[in-house]
């Protein structure tokens, strides 16, 4: 019971940064003190780290345990937003970089880790149940992080900062899997 809290929460700051970040990123550095377009050059980042990662992920990354895949992508927003913090706009590429990047295996490991944690005996019912949560959250994610831009600005980024890092830390307290070996497929 407690492993499906802990992923279900992984899995619901995972949703709600991604879909936060997709509505809300050409402001967010704008925020930042970006120039409009600037901002766009730099959220064109994103998608094309989120393609290369899990093309990655086909190749010489696919030997990697899925729990040890998702709390490295899981540590790359929060570590992002730390150097965007730190070295302000310069700096935004590589936040978007790190998000992209952290963002396109999250997107794989919320169906591989449900696998290789509970293993396939009702899958679809498990992956109903952890996706819940995630799914509330990311349909409110666009009006509260838009409200927390009106407020705070830039600092926002320090709420994307703890929702990421309290997912990381979710995963990280989750138990290794009995088996690491990645199903056939």
């Known amino acids: 019971m407690l492993t499906t809290v802990l992923l ?20 967010l550095m704008q925020s930042a003190g970006m120039s409009l377009a600037m901002a766009v050059a ?6 094309p780290a989120q393609v290369s990662i899990r093309l990655l992920d086909l190749g010489p990354l696919r030997r990697v345990a899925p729990l040890r895949a998702a709390r490295f992508a899981a540590l790359a927003h ?3 937003a730390l150097v965007l913090l730190a070295g302000g706009a310069p700096f935004a590429p590589v936040y978007a970089l790190m998000y992209g990047l952290g963002n396109g295996i999250l997107a794989v490991s919320r169906g591989a880790l449900p696998l290789a944690l509970f293993g396939a005996q009702g899958f679809g019912a498990r992956q109903g149940l952890l ?4 799914k509330l959250a990311q349909a409110g994610a666009p009006l509260l992080f838009g409200l927390a831009l009106d407020h705070w600005g830039s600092a926002t980024l320090w709420v ?3 929702v990421g890092a309290s997912g990381w830390l979710a995963l990280m307290c989750l138990p290794r899997p009995r088996s690491t070996a990645i199903p056939a497929g």
Not at 8 to 17: E, Q
């Open 78 to 80: 929060p570590l992002g």
């Open 160 to 162: 994307s900062f703890g």
């Open 42 to 47: 730099v959220g064109a980042i994103v998608g």
């Open 8 to 27: 279900s929460f992984a899995f619901m700051t995972s949703y709600f940064l991604s879909t936060a970040m997709a509505s809300h990123l050409p402001r």
């Open 131 to 134: 996706s819940m949560p995630g």
